[in-house]
């Protein structure tokens, strides 16, 4: 067990936040104030093995020193233009990323928030000036269970009600369908239908995977039917599921994609929306746009984030590693475990309702030193930086099995 002096710093910390911040999370009660790879550090000098890598963000692991040092570079150069001059880091940042993306063009952001709306942006106008669909009726089919941020628009076709209640009007033009069903895809389709958004894997869903060839299926249901394929890889793409995106999987190239969280390597939010052309053209000066988006600190650190997943093999690593630890997760004995899913370093154990919320469980591992949180109230997600050794996740491992095993 952890030690938790008399009146821990800990305490201090979280009772600070909360006096000033809103009650919009429920975080463990850890304050942390040091990482380095794997790892973190709280304020009472408690370590721990970060397993959770702010929901993907840090693929790369903690202060990665070729993200760090790209980032102190471009501070002592140039930090901010706006959209109102050029840059010199913008254009090599968006080249290299439809380079990785094989995508013809992107538009930067900062949350993954936004590039989901700039997705949904995109896509409606390519609806109208393109496609015909008579101005302000386009429709965007989403799937059940979906998570893309918490915008006004984005929280309209969510189907969690903690998410969206209290929060309407709502923004109309979205439809929802079954996750992982292309024949109800197939079925919604209507005439002013003008794209399908999708998480090739649903993270904040659960850690919930589709039925094999699902992409596949609906890839050819957009091309046959003449609507964009939306794929949300803000939390799935950039190796976390053991390939650079889960869309490769399948072998398919959405038409619009969106990226975040890694992209900023755990240093800068920064956030794209990639597309082929014909969809990105759609955009003209004034329809779009962020002071903060495509910026040079941005884009220095965003180029060193995707060099590093690149250079360091991490899809492939996420590969190895993710089907070790799954197959190890599957064959621990509890009584509490009613399924472990998960692709590459994706992982979902779903504890079950018997045996009371993920939280509980939660919180016992990080009694013993291993930082995981709940996704939905069932499902301890585990979603390590990329780069954790293998040694790392057998201790990682003896630990679950203990929390989760049979008592005694
Ligand atoms: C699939 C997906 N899309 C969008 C988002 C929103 O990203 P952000 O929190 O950076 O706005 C998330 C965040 O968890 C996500 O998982």
């Not at 039917?225 to 599921?241: F, N, P, S, V, W």
């Not at 197959?327 to 009584?335: K, M, T, Y």
Request: charged residues 25%; glycine residues 10%.
């Amino acid at each position: 067990m952890l030690k938790k002096p008399e009146a821990a710093q800990t305490d201090v910390v979280i009772a600070e936040s909360e006096r000033f911040s809103a009650r919009n999370y429920a975080p463990l009660p850890v304050a942390v104030t040091r990482g380095d790879g794997a790892r973190v550090w709280d304020v009472d000098g408690n370590e721990y093995l970060d397993m959770l890598a702010a929901y993907s963000a840090l693929n790369q692991g903690h202060r990665h020193p070729r993200i760090v040092g790209a980032a102190k570079e471009q501070l002592d150069k140039l930090t901010l233009t706006s959209r109102a001059f050029h840059n010199d880091q913008m254009g090599p940042f968006l080249r290299e990323l439809c380079a990785a993306a094989e995508m013809d063009k992107a538009l930067p952001m900062n949350t993954g928030a936004e590039a989901v709306e700039t997705a949904i942006k995109m896509v409606r106008k390519w609806g109208y000036r393109v496609v015909g669909v008579p101005e302000g009726e386009a429709e965007i089919l989403v799937c059940g269970g979906n998570f893309a941020g918490r915008t006004t628009t984005l929280v309209s076709f969510s189907s969690d009600p903690t998410c969206r209640d209290g929060f309407g009007p709502l923004t109309p033009g979205f439809r929802a369908v079954p996750y992982g069903d292309a024949a109800a895809l197939r079925r919604a389709i209507g005439e002013r239908t003008v794209g399908f958004l999708v998480e090739p894997i649903q993270g904040e869903g659960g850690v919930v995977i589709p039925p094999k060839g699902y992409l596949e299926e609906v890839r050819a249901i957009c091309d046959e039917r003449g609507i964009a394929l939306i794929a949300d890889e803000i939390q799935t793409g950039l190796g976390r599921t053991g390939r650079l995106f889960c869309c490769d999987w399948d072998g398919i190239r959405p038409d619009v994609l969106t990226v975040g969280k890694a992209l900023g390597g755990g240093v800068y939010p920064v956030s794209a929306a990639l597309a082929r052309a014909e969809l990105m053209d759609v955009f003209e000066p004034g329809s779009h746009g962020s002071t903060f988006g495509g910026n040079p600190l941005a884009a220095a650190v965003a180029r060193a984030a995707l060099r590093v997943i690149i250079d360091e093999e991490l899809p492939a690593r996420a590969d190895e590693l993710g089907t070790w630890l799954l197959n190890e997760l599957r064959a621990i004995d509890s009584p509490h475990v009613a399924e472990v899913r998960g692709r590459g370093l994706m992982i979902g154990i779903v504890v079950r309702d018997a045996s009371g919320p993920a939280r509980r469980f939660c919180e016992a591992l990080m009694a013993r030193g291993i930082l995981a949180k709940e996704t939905q109230a069932q499902v301890i997600r585990l979603a390590p930086p990329l780069t954790i050794s293998r040694d790392d996740l057998r201790w990682a491992l003896a630990i679950i099995s203990d929390v989760l095993g049979p008592p005694g």
